[in-house]
C-alpha cells in the first residue's frame, strides 16, 4: 500500500463507519430487520479498523471486537444468545479498564455513580429473571466501574462511558418490562454507537505523540 493510500485509510474507514451507523439507525427507526442484520454486524469491526489503521492500542481493538461479539449475539433470539453477549460486553468493559490504567477518578463522581448503580439495579431487580440477576448485577459493577473509569482520559471517554452505562440500562428496562422511552431500541442503538466512538476517540486522543 502506498503511502498516500496508508494515510486516506482512516479517513475511509470512519466514513464507512458512519455511513454503517446510518444505516443502522434507519433501520432500528423504521424496524427493517433485514437493514439491522446487515448493518449491525459492521459497526465495531470498522471501527475496530479504524483505530488499527491508526496504529492505536491493541486493547481497544480487542475491546471493540469483543463489542462485535455482543452485537451479534444479541441479534439472536436463541437460548443463552443473551447471557453470551453480556460476557462479551463484560470482557471488552475489561480491556477498557486496563486501557485507562491508574489515572484518578474524582470522589464525587464515583459516588454518583455508585448511587446510580444501586438505585438502578433496586429499580429493575423484581423485574428481571431470577436466572439474570446475579449476571445482570455482576455486569452492571463492571460497568459503571468502566463509565467511571473513562472519564480519568478527558471529556470524550467520559462521556462515552456515561451514554454506555445510559443504552445498557434501557436494555435492563426491556429486560425487566419496566417502562421505557418512546423509541427505546433507537436511544439504545443511539447512545451505544455514540458511546464506542466516544471512547474510541478518547483513548486515541490521550495517547502520547510518539505513539502515533
Do not use: N
Request: net charge positive.
Amino acid at each position: 500500500m502506498s503511502g498516500r493510500a496508508a494515510h486516506r485509510l482512516p479517513g475511509a474507514l470512519l466514513a464507512a463507519f458512519a455511513l454503517a451507523a446510518l444505516a443502522e439507525l434507519v433501520s432500528v427507526a423504521v424496524d427493517a430487520r433485514t437493514g439491522q442484520l446487515l448493518a449491525k454486524p459492521l459497526l465495531m469491526p470498522l471501527l475496530a479498523a479504524y483505530v488499527a489503521a491508526r496504529r492505536g492500542p491493541r486493547l481497544l481493538v480487542a475491546a471493540l471486537l469483543l463489542g462485535w461479539g455482543g452485537d451479534v449475539f444479541l441479534l439472536s433470539s436463541a437460548d443463552g444468545a443473551f447471557l453470551a453477549g453480556m460476557g462479551c460486553f463484560a470482557a471488552g468493559h475489561l480491556c477498557y479498564l486496563v486501557l485507562f490504567g491508574r489515572r484518578p477518578t474524582r470522589a464525587g463522581l464515583a459516588l454518583g455513580y455508585g448511587l446510580a448503580l444501586v438505585v438502578a439495579l433496586a429499580l429493575l431487580w423484581s423485574g428481571l429473571p431470577a436466572e439474570l440477576r446475579v449476571p445482570v448485577a455482576v455486569y452492571s459493577l463492571l460497568l459503571a466501574a468502566m463509565a467511571c473509569r473513562a472519564s480519568a482520559l478527558g471529556p470524550l471517554a467520559g462521556a462515552g462511558g456515561a451514554l454506555f452505562l445510559l443504552s445498557d440500562t434501557l436494555i435492563a428496562t426491556g429486560v425487566a418490562e419496566a417502562p421505557q422511552p418512546p423509541a427505546a431500541d433507537l436511544w439504545i442503538m443511539l447512545t451505544y454507537i455514540a458511546a464506542q466512538a466516544l471512547l474510541t476517540a478518547g483513548i486515541l486522543r490521550s495517547r502520547p505523540r510518539t505513539h502515533d
